[in-house]
Structure formats: structure tokens, C-alpha cells
């Protein structure tokens, strides 16, 4: 019989006799003596300041006989006022200033607030290099919309996220939008997507596009009295019919974890390709095919040689690059072919060569890192080439 511990599952407590009554087993080991389940915080949780709550805890038990329970009690009072969690999401924080920022910036609704930083979650297992694991990136954002208007809304930033990935990635059929079963919602959503790529393992989530309600802004303004409601002087009240409607925002959270995004764009991007070389001997060659505005080296200048002034003008070739932002590499070492498949491995898009020639008719051999083909051109046309290909795609643009 499954039987639900105190709270019931309402409160999202855990449920017991799932495990014996559906026969489940480890999917390691195939053992079935599983433990019992118990409650699990997936929160980090530490202590603020330089005192070491453990002392006076030690002290205060010291000699006493004392049972479990008042041990706990004991160790509850000493720490309840230097007891902090560590973030396991960067929402909140948008959630709390929608009043500071929406009335600072004077912002209509629809509008959304974003923000990018660490986030820690207590993880039961740490997997798969950095897919899973305690401490990553987030970049997350809250879209705050008119009650009634999510469906539209969810629809327009599902769409809006899968196309962000289409454009970055070789193979957009490895990412898909999966909807949430309803036993899958987060008691805070009416629906929700996870976009999601096919890693080696099998299908991981990237981002979750989730319809929030108006969950988050009721309960913050319910616990300190602020009442976060946004007023809509051209809308008539739906229940009085009278202009002017104040209301509390239903939201919509783009919500991506970008150190998952980062190992999925590396996959994506790694490639192995088969051929023949000029004497028709078998060769391969490992590229990482990465969008040009996502590659760390936008272009790598490489002189024939170390003389006759072939460093001096991959130098300037370097500096004009550098003036218009562009991260580039001179790089002067080993010979001209393992110079080309360094970058390649590396992701640099775009290889200039300064050879004899270029000293004589300032032109440049330009290779491309994902077909090897080469093009000579003038340097001017080499330097505006590569800005024009390495800027990033304009919101909604098509591959």
C-alpha cells in the first residue's frame, strides 16, 4: 500500500511504499534491498560567519543525557540565525524586484527581466562530465504577461528558444521540444516545455520554458506585505468594467542551463571526417564546426615564415581584426600544416596566410575551417569577411 508522510502530496512530500508495492530495483547493481524513502533537501545549506556553530553545540551537550530529538532541537536554536542556503535557481531575485524595475524603468507589460550566474543544487548523483553537477551557470529570464494571454505567450518563447538553438547547431533534429505531463508540473506552473538534445547517454534537458501563473509575485507579496501588481490604465477591470485594470502578472521563464548548453554545443560541433590526400592515401581530420560567433578564436593569422617581414604584416592583419573586437590568434609556431589542424581542433573558423606573395600584392590566402577549401583574396576583403561571418545572428533570423 503506498501511504503518504505527514504534509500528504500537496506539499510535495515524498510518498512511501512506491518502491517494495512496484518491485523497483538499483539500475546499476539490479539489487531490490532499496532503502526506504526519505525526505532529501536539494538545497546547500552552510553557515554565515566565522563561528563554528559545532562548538557551542558540543558545549551545550556536554555530560547531559539527552535523546535524538533534543540533540536536534538544541543544534536548531543555535544555528536558526546563521543558517543560509545557497541559490538553487536565479529566479527570485527577478521575482522580487519586478515593482523596483518595472517603475525605475517605467516598463509596460509584456516585459521580461534576465539574469546569468551560479547556481548549487545538492545533487544525489553528479554524472556525465559537466551535464550534471553542484555548481553551474544558469541563464534564466521572467516574461511578465497579461493574466489570460500564457498560452500565446508560452507558444511565442518555445518557439523563439528552439529557433536560438536551430541557429547555433549543425544538427537541429538532436534538439526537441518535449511537454510536461501534468503529474510533471511544478506546483508553481499550468504548463511547461523542456527543450532537450540528444547527448551520448540519451535525451538530457537543456532549458525548461515554463508558464509560472502568478505563483511567485503573490507569494512574495503575501510574505512581505508588498503587493506586486502592475496597473493597466488603457484596459477596462474584467470584473467591473470600469477603465483601469491593476492586476497581478502571470509569468512566463525561459529557463537554460548554460554549462549543458555549452556541452551540447561541443557536441554538436565535433566532427571526425574521412578522405584521401593528393597521393590518394586515406586521411581523416577532427574539426570542431562550431558557428563562427560562438568560436573563442574568430580567426588565427599564420606567416609562412619568420622572416622577410611575413610576422610584421600578420601583425597588422592581427591588430585590424583586434580593432573591431574580434578575439584572434598569431600564431607564428610549427609548420603551416599542423598550424591548420590546431585551429581546427580548436574551432577557429577562419585561417589567414601571409605568404611571399602577400609582400608583394598585399593579398592573403583565407582557408575555411569546415571544408578545407582555400580562397586568395585581398587583405581588406580577408579582414571584412570575417567580421561580416562571425557577428551573431539577428533575433528570429534563419539559418
Not at 52 to 59: H, L, N, Y
Not at 346 to 352: E, K, N, R, V
Not at 372 to 395: D, G, S, W
Request: charged share 30%.
Amino acid at each position: 500500500e503506498v501511504v503518504f508522510i505527514k504534509g500528504g502530496k500537496d506539499k510535495a512530500e515524498k510518498i512511501k511504499g512506491v518502491v517494495n508495492s512496484r518491485g523497483y530495483v538499483c539500475p546499476v547493481c539490479g539489487s531490490s534491498e532499496l532503502s526506504e524513502e526519505r525526505q532529501f533537501n536539494g538545497m546547500f545549506r552552510t553557515i554565515l560567519g566565522p563561528v563554528d556553530p559545532m562548538d557551542e553545540f558540543f558545549r551545550e551537550i556536554k555530560g547531559k543525557d539527552l535523546s535524538e530529538k533534543e540533540m536536534r532541537g538544541i543544534y536548531e536554536g543555535i544555528t536558526k540565525n546563521s543558517l543560509v542556503y545557497l541559490r538553487p535557481e536565479t529566479a527570485q531575485a527577478m521575482f522580487v524586484q519586478f515593482l523596483n524595475v518595472q517603475q525605475t524603468t517605467s516598463q509596460k507589460v509584456p516585459f521580461g527581466i534576465a539574469q546569468q550566474g551560479k547556481s548549487f543544487r545538492n545533487e544525489i548523483t553528479v554524472e556525465h562530465f559537466i551535464f550534471r553537477s553542484c555548481e553551474f551557470e544558469q541563464m534564466e529570464m521572467e516574461y511578465f504577461i497579461e493574466p489570460g494571454t500564457q498560452g500565446e505567450w508560452l507558444k511565442y518563447w518555445t518557439d523563439t528558444r528552439m529557433g536560438w538553438y536551430g541557429l547555433y547547431s549543425n544538427k537541429p533534429e538532436n534538439f526537441r521540444l518535449r511537454q510536461h505531463d501534468k503529474d510533471e508540473l511544478a506546483h508553481y506552473s499550468d504548463d511547461c516545455y523542456d527543450v532537450e538534445y540528444l547527448y551520448p547517454w540519451g535525451w538530457g534537458e537543456l532549458e525548461g520554458v515554463a508558464s509560472r501563473t502568478d505563483y511567485d509575485l503573490k507569494r512574495h507579496g503575501a510574505a512581505t506585505g508588498v503587493k506586486l501588481s502592475y496597473f493597466d490604465q488603457n484596459k477596462p477591470d474584467p470584473e467591473t468594467g470600469k477603465m483601469g485594470w491593476r492586476y497581478v502578472p502571470f509569468v512566463i521563464e525561459p529557463a537554460a542551463g548554460l554549462t549543458r548548453t555549452l556541452l551540447a554545443l561541443l557536441l554538436d560541433a565535433y566532427t571526425e571526417e574521412s578522405g584521401v590526400d593528393a597521393e590518394g592515401k586515406e586521411k581523416s581530420r577532427t574539426f570542431l564546426k562550431l558557428h563562427p560567433s560562438l568560436a573563442p578564436v574568430k580567426a588565427a593569422i599564420l606567416p609562412l615564415v619568420k622572416k622577410d617581414g611575413q610576422p610584421e604584416k600578420a601583425d597588422e592583419i592581427a591588430k585590424a581584426l583586434r580593432a573591431a573586437g574580434l578575439n584572434v590568434s598569431l600564431d607564428e609556431q610549427q609548420s603551416i600544416g599542423k598550424r591548420y589542424a590546431k585551429h581546427d581542433e580548436i574551432g577557429t573558423p577562419f585561417c589567414i596566410t601571409v605568404d611571399p606573395d602577400t609582400m608583394k600584392d598585399d593579398t592573403v590566402t583565407v582557408r575555411f575551417r569546415d571544408t578545407a577549401e582555400q580562397t586568395r583574396m585581398p587583405i581588406t576583403e580577408a579582414v571584412k569577411l570575417v567580421i561580416e561571418k562571425v557577428r551573431h545572428p539577428a533575433p528570429g533570423a534563419k539559418k
